[in-house]
């Protein structure tokens, strides 16, 4: 049996710079989607789980993502006196999600930098890595990260989340995985595949296949001095997917293609449509949005 994963990075220093105006003063991680900012959205993901300690990488002006997951004692104060136990319940659930902590990325190096961030916290145990800006709801109970925890203890080997690109075009947009076509299979069925190589944002010809990275890795720490040896590249950024081919150099990936769907909400029409569909799904509000669409759509046909 492979050791139990119990960390997790979260990298949320990116300057979300295809949302301005919108970020100009607040982390595009703190965007709501409904009635709980993104960076929850992911906190609670990993939690359920099973991940129980958090870091979550920062960078300047994104002090809200701290307080977010600080205790509010004036407001719960406030909840308390005013009866509203319900919206206090909510409220001391949030500080209570897991051991939390925060590091700032000094400098935007790139995603394997931020990762890099991690190395002390995770003290030569394998971690997993969240996007912070990036939601993967699951068609399962248990989330897709789950799924890919359990690929690795069995396999021992890094893992990568993994998403159908439905649009042959759109693979340029993304980093895209060749991958051996035999289906490897857990004994609770999970399937998943060997990762032969990565190619960071192909041309629709050159592509060696349609699934595309998702957000969600599992790592070794092995994968620090890799970061250590990985050239910057555009924008003088250290790429975390040229790092993990200096990782397939030594050893074997899996990938696991996700049994849900990604919400990117990098860009405003990205953030939109999340917000629609989680609009849609949660109980309070999927009615209204529901007959607002329809109206809207019978008044401009």
């Known amino acids: ?20 105006p919108a970020t100009i003063a607040q982390p595009k991680e703190m965007l709501i ?7 929850q959205y992911v906190v609670e993901e990993a939690v359920a789980a099973g991940i129980k300690d958090i870091l979550i990488v920062t960078g300047r002006n994104k002090r809200a993502v701290e307080d977010h997951f600080d205790p509010s004692y004036e407001l719960e104060d406030t909840l308390q006196k005013k009866g509203k136990l319900e919206e206090l319940k ?17 400098k935007q190096l790139g995603l ?21 800006d990036t939601i993967i709801s699951s068609n399962k109970e248990k989330p897709c990260l789950a ?17 159908y690109v439905k649009r042959k075009k759109d693979v340029e947009r993304y980093g895209i995985i060749d991958y051996d076509k035999k289906v490897l299979m857990l004994k609770n ?11 960071e944002k192909p041309s629709e010809g050159k592509a060696p296949s349609r699934l595309a990275i998702a957000s969600r890795y599992i790592f070794t720490p092995d994968i620090f001095g890799l970061i250590e040896k990985t050239k910057p590249g555009k924008n003088n950024e250290i790429q975390i997917t040229d790092s993990m081919q200096l990782l397939l150099q030594q050893d074997s990936m899996m990938a696991y293609q ?13 953030y939109i449509k999340t917000t629609i569909d989680f609009a849609l799904k949660n109980e309070e509000t999927r009615s209204e949005i529901y007959k607002h669409i329809l109206s809207f759509c019978k008044t401009n046909d």
């Open 189 to 199: 069925g999970i399937n998943y595949h060997a990762i032969r190589g990565l190619v």
């Open 147 to 163: 799924d890919m925890l359990d690929i690795f203890c069995e396999t021992g080997k890094s893992v990568v989340a993994a998403e």
């Open 33 to 39: 989607i409904v009635d709980k900012p993104v960076i």
């Open 258 to 270: 996700i049994d849900g769907r990604r919400y990117d909400i990098g860009d405003r029409i990205d």
């Open 1 to 20: 049996m492979k050791k139990q994963i119990t960390k997790a990075v979260i990298p949320a220093a990116g300057l979300g710079t295809r949302l301005l």
């Open 90 to 106: 909510s409220l001391e659930k949030i500080s209570k999600l897991a051991n939390i902590h925060f590091i700032r990325q000094k």
């Open 112 to 132: 394997a930098d931020a990762i890099y961030q991690g190395k002390y916290f995770v003290g030569g145990e394998p971690f997993a890595v969240l996007l912070g």
